[in-house]
């Protein structure tokens, strides 16, 4: 592979606070760091959004590992214009190629392989993600409106020309309820694969955004009254044969045995989960009730407020429900590293199925407007409404803290309390700032 010696090659990993960050290398050298990788430190984990290194972290100065490229991430996008993005995304190895237990990529990897195993399940998963465009200055336009998306060309086609390019295979590109806020989705794929387009639709969309003069932000919240920018994962499953196995119409809400039980696991632990998928104190601004942002652990059929929910079926002529039938989680944001996040939630969801969870009471209303005893026989919890009590749900939950290598563990809660040192003090204003100008 060669490209314009103005060009650099750079091997990229997502950290635990959800930054993508690499080094790079003149083209003539792929080959060898395509077989090598490139070097990397243990404690470039411990980063927290801010920079600053969390002191508690497992290793210090010690330690040295590699940056192993997978070659079937290759991206190169020459629709950027002069200097295209040529990346390839990485797993973390020792120096002898071996796995790094603390690998956010691996860990995925692996549980898709438990599940798979275990249950004889094969996730189908996408990302739906929205974000914010800062410093456009363009008109008021109405919510989802055709204005709203041509005051923006051409930023729309040229993000979907380059998306598709780089093999993200994008499906919509739509205005959404927020003032100059969008959404983007890409097609199904492996749960690989979409945790993979998460990372890079955000670089580039960030990268479009950036060559018009603007910052595209995925920050959960840019202002604190303004409307919050979510990621919703959503995950359908195939057996060993290929065949769809989500869907049975005889049962409440569409769901499969497995599906149900798979949800189930879910919204057992999704108080515990939480600080996997809504990783930053900001995050907790938006998963607030009647914000259709998903503030209770709770299955829901087409209900918003849920945080699990089941997605609606076209009954048109035609239309296979079985090939559609799929669960959105919609309580994650971009402060979330995505393979943790999918692996967090697939994880809960094979707890389910080997306890052999019967599946949750459908709630199909808001269950913020229910009464405290109607919730409970649903089984809707309130979630943590902060990031110390979503980690102190995460430590509480043994199950799901096992989950985890016990040195990558160390390092996400040494890297949180970090986090949450460094803005304890920030008001509500300058912490949507703050993050609105890192995500």
Known sequence: MTAPQDELVTILTTDLVAITRG???LPEALDGHLARGVGWVPANLALTPFDVIAEDNPWGSEGDLRLLPDPATRMRV???GPTPPHTYLADIVGLDGRPWECCPRRLLVQTVAALEREAGLVPVVTFEQEFQVLGAGWPQAPAF???AQRRADPFGPRLMAVLKEAGLEPEMF???YGTDQFEVTCRPTSALAAAD????LRLLTREVAARQGWRASFAPKTAPAGVGNGVHIHLSFRDHSGQPATYDPARPGGLSEAAGRFAAGVVRHLPAILALTASSPVSYLRLVPHHWSAAYACLGLRN??????ICPILSMPGADPAKQANLEFRATDATANPY????????AGLEGLRAGLDQPSLVNTDPSALGEEERASLGAHRLPADLPAALAAFRADRVVAS???ATLRDCFLAVKEKELALTADLPAEELCRRYAAIY
Do not use: D, Y
């Open 23 to 25: 080094r790079s290398f």
């Open 78 to 80: 020459e629709g950027l």
């Open 145 to 147: 409106s055709f204005a």
């Open 174 to 176: 739509l205005p959404e």
């Open 197 to 200: 387009r998460a990372v890079m």
């Open 304 to 309: 918003r407020e849920a945080a699990l929910r």
């Open 340 to 347: 943790l996040a999918l692996a967090a939630i697939l994880c």
């Open 403 to 405: 989950w985890l290598p």
